[in-house]
């Protein structure tokens, strides 16, 4: 607990307090739980959670980020249990489950009492919706509407406990697998988490319903292993991500060390791509090509020597050609890399221009991949935004101005205007900044030593 701010110890302090309260009607003073609920069902579904969630997190099923808690036992124990008997069982598997990140003992505080509040409230909302009859006589379109309340319940109560303490931490989720940040709206963390959640509501249902069935709790076991089956394909998935991730951020590493005067230029680039991709609505797989083609698009300045990338002063005719050249590089390398998509023809001609006149092939207009021009709109604006041995940053609007100035001629128009929208609604928060390199001071270039950075002739 520690390393969490004080407002953030009291949040988790308090969550965890109303967990535990939630489990208060179950533990009664005389022996007999309540009338719809066994002790024997509590103690099977809480062990056969805790082992699931073991099984889950182990080598053979986890994976990097591959996600949370394995929800189907707990959303069935919210369809055949009184909330409090539900919320109890999954008290244990959030205790023993494996943490493999700091704060340990953060995280699992905050597990005990994050997921009971949650089986809790959709235990209570799937009793609200008349679901403990009809999974009692079996009634499945009834039963299908009372767990779809529950469902949306329970991915509401993590999601909204999940932001608050995003919010108070600073970025740092305690939920394994939440891919959140200070600046996700918490109703796009709940559509991302609603579709893999409502398939374990299904999954929890068909067991809760076979639990009551005449076959009773055996049968209901032979709902895990496809579900067990599709944990791990999701997991090799998440393996497989891991590994693409690494590769790119090997190459751009290696860029930043070759070139220090860009160094952070490359994550900027994939930021700022990524706000024209969603501002134009491009889907989340597309966006996702766009941010490592924006991260990539300069891997070619492996191939073009240090001394070019880093001289003070204009560059000769002779060295601008070697420099033009770094798309054709790039290209090179990252052409066999299957899962880059667009992103590869993007490396290759970030700098052609819409007039003709850029390079390496002097594509123009509809010939330029649209991957291209967005990158080209990123790029420009980083490189003006940015210190370069050859030029001072320019303030945001001006930069700005200077893209709107360019576009039709150097720069696709819709792309500009998509950067000037996304960056008037939320600015510009690059995740590293320039100021985080380590870049040599000395007296800007003089006005005709380079070209402006925004101009199709600038050194980038």
């Known amino acids: 607990m520690e390393a969490l701010p004080a407002r953030a110890r009291v949040y988790v302090a308090g969550v965890t307090v109303a967990g535990l309260l939630c489990l208060l009607p179950a533990v009664p003073v005389r022996a007999a739980p309540a009338p719809d609920a066994s002790w024997r069902a509590v103690a099977s579904l809480a062990v056969l959670y ?3 969630e073991r099984l889950a997190r182990s080598r053979q099923f986890g994976a990097p980020n591959s996600g ?14 009184p909330p409090s008997a539900a919320a109890l069982v999954a008290l244990p598997g959030a205790l023993l489950a494996p943490v493999e990140q700091r704060p340990f003992l953060a995280r699992r505080v905050w597990r005990a009492g994050q997921l009971p509040l949650a089986v809790w409230a959709a235990s209570r909302a799937h009793r609200a919706a008349g679901g403990g009859e009809t999974v009692a006589v079996g009634d499945v379109p009834a039963a299908l509407g009372a767990a779809g309340a529950a469902v949306l319940v329970f991915c ?9 303490i995003v919010v108070l931490v600073g970025g740092l989720p305690l939920r394994p697998g939440s891919r959140t940040t200070r600046r996700t709206t918490w109703w796009r963390l709940f559509l991302r988490s609603l579709a893999p959640v409502t398939v374990h509501g299904l999954a929890g249902l068909m067991m809760a319903l076979l639990w009551r069935s005449p076959h009773g709790p055996v049968a209901a076991l032979l709902v895990l292993p496809p579900m067990y089956v599709s944990w791990w394909a999701f997991a090799q998935y998440h393996r497989e991500r891991a590994a693409h991730q690494a590769t790119i951020r090997a190459l ?5 060390i070759k070139d220090g005067y860009t160094r952070g230029h490359s994550e900027r680039v994939g930021q700022a791509s990524t706000m024209i991709a969603r501002e134009l609505g491009m889907d989340d ?6 941010r490592f083609a924006g991260i990539l698009h300069d891997v070619g300045k492996l191939g073009v020597p240090t001394r070019l990338l880093t001289k003070d002063g204009p560059l000769t005719p002779e060295e ?16 066999g890399i299957s899962f880059l998509g667009e992103a590869r023809a993007a490396v290759l001609h970030h700098h052609e221009r819409l007039d003709g006149s850029g390079y390496p092939y002097g594509l123009a207009g509809g010939q330029i991949p649209e991957s291209a021009r967005v990158v080209a709109v990123a790029d420009a604006f980083d490189a003006m935004t940015s210190n370069r041995s050859y030029s001072r940053a320019r303030p945001v609007p001006a930069a700005l101005d200077e893209l709107q100035r360019c576009a039709g001629g150097h720069f696709d128009p819709r792309m500009v205007e998509a950067l000037v929208r996304a960056i008037g609604r939320t600015g510009w928060h690059p995740a590293v900044t320039a100021e985080d390199a380590r870049q040599p001071a000395g007296p800007p270039a003089p006005p005709a030593a380079e070209p402006a950075a925004g101009s199709p002739g600038a050194r980038r």
Request: proline share 4%.
């Open 50 to 52: 805790a082992c699931c």
């Open 320 to 335: 601008r050609r070697v420099i033009e050249l770094h798309p054709e590089y790039g290209h090179e390398m990252v052409r």
């Open 285 to 290: 797989e597309r966006t996702e090509v766009l």
């Open 156 to 164: 509401l109560v993590l999601t909204l406990l999940d932001r608050g």
């Open 68 to 81: 949370g808690t394995f929800h189907p036992v707990l959303l069935a124990a919210a369809f055949l249990l």
């Open 252 to 256: 751009v590493q290696a860029v930043d």
